[in-house]
């Protein structure tokens, strides 16, 4: 007997999850000081176990108490001899909780599957790394997982090689998020990374280059920097790396690379959001990039997505000179933002990065076309500074799809330009 | 609050415009290099004189006028410093002011005055996304090693267009029959999501940013506000309602993040008024609480 006692003890402590079945939540109006009164008496009597959601503070508030189903009939008829005024805001809540909880199963249900993954929201690294393996999984003949190093706090770094075949064909290279707290960035690479997996197959103009061209997207370059915008600080826009002789962690990744490193632009202060960093690549993530495009040694243009203010430029950014083939990258960027704003009007500017919005050494396009990738571009997407880094969710399909427009219209535009 | 005692007392009133700083101590703009400084120099005490008549232009002291690329920076610049002159002068909880795109400009040195720019604009209301015809600004940088700010002059065709005077006076009646006071905090959120309640006060801090951003601008810089850290509204002295403010800009050219804290009055009579501002100091070891997303009614264990 005693073990049988002891079983159901035990049956009953695992389950010790509580339950609200019948339980409401009443409003309640109080029409003058005296109902208010009564009611704080109310709050007193500690058997009735009444939940006060809004306290009785002021007759011009109104009460909000989630009454337990065994003090429901003692506390309506208290209310009604009493002749205050309530209504039922929530008749059952245990209904709501276990709505609620559906809910919250469904989403992550839904998430799982890459198809019906929701591109308008934003999503924590981990979140987005599952995608990631969920996109590979669903088209294994086209898009792999490349792991192109580690970041400072030890992050794997994953670029999504889409590619149809042959041996380092020549390939297109697009990053987003290297700046963390540039989210639209990181979210609209995620819906890139769908459309691109998606046309395939569909749309001539993307199948006949994957026919011919690899691309390869890394969705988060920065993974240290967006874990932090999530834990830490929604404002971080650096690196983590910790720097010797400084209290202040991370270095700007975009003021990192050996084009005019150190030179105006850059802040050689290790506080500062455009801190240049020790050297030249001294960031792993930086490093592991550059490993990447010199050992594949076939990359035809590189293209950098950044937020906000709507711009695509071209090198360079570390001096006002025009680069020899700025007539022809003006060309190609003012088609493709016609092409952009073709879908919504969204204007972009499009120029020399230092011309357009400022001298600044060390960036990646300028790496990059130094290191003879002509057709190099950076993005600054949505919007021009209301929402700045805090674009609204609702935008980010909108700025994905426009940005596609452009982004196809550059990449077709190097396929149809081999050098 | 101490920050009271230690805060610089800086006066700005709508009504007038050109506001001057007569400061006898360095006021270097908080970039990469001296932002960890700052603070010393915040101590002095700003007078914002009103009535400051305009530099006097010498014609033989005139450079050339050089025509800008609306494209380019120098000319994109100069146009925000004249939307943030423009929304000091005429912003309000339901009237925010943006540049659409800059159509000309011009740059001028004037020696030992500073650098004149002309710029002309298309201008846009940015609630209602309305385009409000053109503006022409003229935006002097005055020249000198202390930040000082710029003068602007501005003249628009279509502002007195858009009529947001019977949204003001609800507000203002509603918030001042009200019990409680209106606070908020993280506006927009991570996400960028804004409750409805809770816009007309991230207007009214853009608008009370734009006194800050239009003192600390020069050739080198381009602000926007990044976000209202929190708001909380103060007990009412008189008819204008006070909000102390935390907000957040954003500096382009540093990409720094700059906090600063304001105490903002506003009635529909005397539209925004910054009655005080402070600089905040960067938190380096700052950890923000995580936005909510979900709102769960209760937690089951």
Not at chain 2, 117 to 135: D, R, S
């Amino acid at each position: 007997m005693r073990g049988v006692l002891f079983f159901f003890a035990l049956l009953v402590a695992g389950h010790c999850q509580t339950l609200f079945i019948g339980d409401q939540v009443l409003r309640i109006t109080v029409k003058s000081q005296e109902q208010l009164g009564l009611l704080q008496s109310l709050e007193e009597e500690q058997d009735l176990e009444l939940d006060f959601w809004l306290h009785p503070v002021s007759s011009d508030l109104p009460v909000d108490i989630r009454v337990p189903f065994a003090s429901l009939q003692t506390v309506k008829v208290f209310l009604e001899s009493n002749d205050i005024p309530y209504s039922v805001m929530i008749k059952d809540v245990q209904e709501v909780l276990d709505k609620e909880q559906s809910d919250m199963e469904a989403n992550t249900m839904r998430e799982r599957s890459s198809k019906s993954f929701n591109f308008g929201a934003y999503h924590t690294l981990e979140t987005i790394y599952n995608w990631m393996d969920t996109l590979v999984a669903d088209h294994p003949s086209l898009v792999s997982k490349v792991n192109i190093g580690s970041s400072y706090e030890n992050r794997p770094m994953y670029a999504l090689k889409f590619s149809t075949g042959g041996d380092k064909r020549p390939a297109i290279w697009i990053d987003a998020g290297i700046h963390s707290r540039e989210w639209v960035s990181q979210a609209t690479a995620v819906w890139t990374a769908n459309k691109i997996a998606t046309d395939y197959g569909r749309d001539a103009s993307l199948t006949s280059l994957l026919n011919n061209m690899d691309i390869y997207l890394m969705i988060v370059t920065n993974p240290d920097g967006y874990v932090f915008t999530h834990t830490g600080n929604r404002m971080w826009r650096k690196t983590r790396s910790r720097i010797s002789g400084s209290s202040c962690r991370g270095v700007d990744p975009n003021r990192n690379w050996d084009a005019g490193f150190g030179g105006p632009g850059a802040s050689r202060n290790p506080c500062s959001d455009s801190y240049h960093g020790p050297s030249a690549h001294s960031e792993v993530e930086v490093q592991n990039v550059v490993d990447l495009i010199k050992s594949h040694g076939n990359f035809k243009a590189f293209i950098s997505i950044h937020a906000y203010s709507q711009l695509l430029m071209y090198p360079y950014g570390y001096s006002c000179n025009d680069v020899p083939d700025a007539p022809e990258l003006d060309s190609v960027g003012r088609s493709a933002v016609k092409a952009l704003g073709s879908l919504y009007g969204t204007r972009y500017q499009v120029g020399s990065i230092c011309k357009i919005i400022y001298q600044a050494s060390g960036g990646s396009i300028d790496w990059s076309y130094n290191n003879g990738i002509k057709y190099s571009f950076a993005f600054e997407l949505r919007d021009t500074g209301r929402y700045g880094f805090l674009l609204p969710a609702n935008q980010i399909i909108p700025t994905a799809s426009e940005t596609w427009l452009a982004l196809k219209n550059i990449m077709e535009y190097v396929r149809d330009h081999p050098y | 609050m101490s920050w009271f005692v230690y805060a610089t007392v800086t006066l700005l009133s709508l009504v007038q415009g050109n506001p001057t700083v007569k400061s006898s101590q360095q006021q270097a703009p908080p970039t990469a290099e001296q932002s960890v400084g700052y603070v010393q120099q915040q101590q002095s005490t700003l007078e914002y004189n009103n009535m400051e008549p305009k530099p006097a232009l010498t014609p033989a002291e005139a450079m050339p006028v050089e025509e800008l690329n609306p494209s380019h920076y120098p000319a994109r610049r100069a146009a925000h410093v004249a939307q943030h002159y423009l929304n000091t002068q005429h912003g309000s909880p339901f009237k925010l002011l943006g540049v659409d795109r800059v159509v000309s400009a011009t740059s001028e040195e004037i020696a030992g005055v500073g650098m004149k720019y002309v710029v002309v604009f298309a201008l846009k209301e940015m609630i209602t996304n309305e385009p409000m015809g053109q503006c022409s600004a003229e935006v002097l940088y005055p020249i000198g090693e202390e930040q000082a700010p710029p003068q602007v002059q501005c003249s628009c065709e279509g502002l007195l267009h858009i009529d947001t005077k019977a949204q003001e006076e609800a507000l203002y009646q509603q918030l001042k029959a009200s019990d409680s006071l209106v606070s908020g905090h993280n506006i927009p959120d991570s996400y960028g999501f804004i409750a409805p309640e809770m816009k007309p006060f991230w207007h009214l801090g853009g608008v009370a940013s734009s006194f800050v951003m239009l003192k600390e601008s020069n050739e080198s810089t381009l602000y926007n506000m990044a976000q209202v850290v929190n708001v909380t509204q103060q007990e009412s002295q008189n008819k204008e309602l006070t909000f102390q403010y935390h907000v957040l800009l954003h500096e382009m050219v540093s990409q720094e993040i700059i906090h600063w804290k304001l105490l903002v009055a506003w009635c529909p009579a005397e539209g925004v008024r910054v009655l005080q501002t402070e600089w905040q100091p960067k938190c380096h070891h700052c950890v923000a609480p995580p936005s909510n997303t979900t709102l769960t009614l209760y937690s089951t264990s």
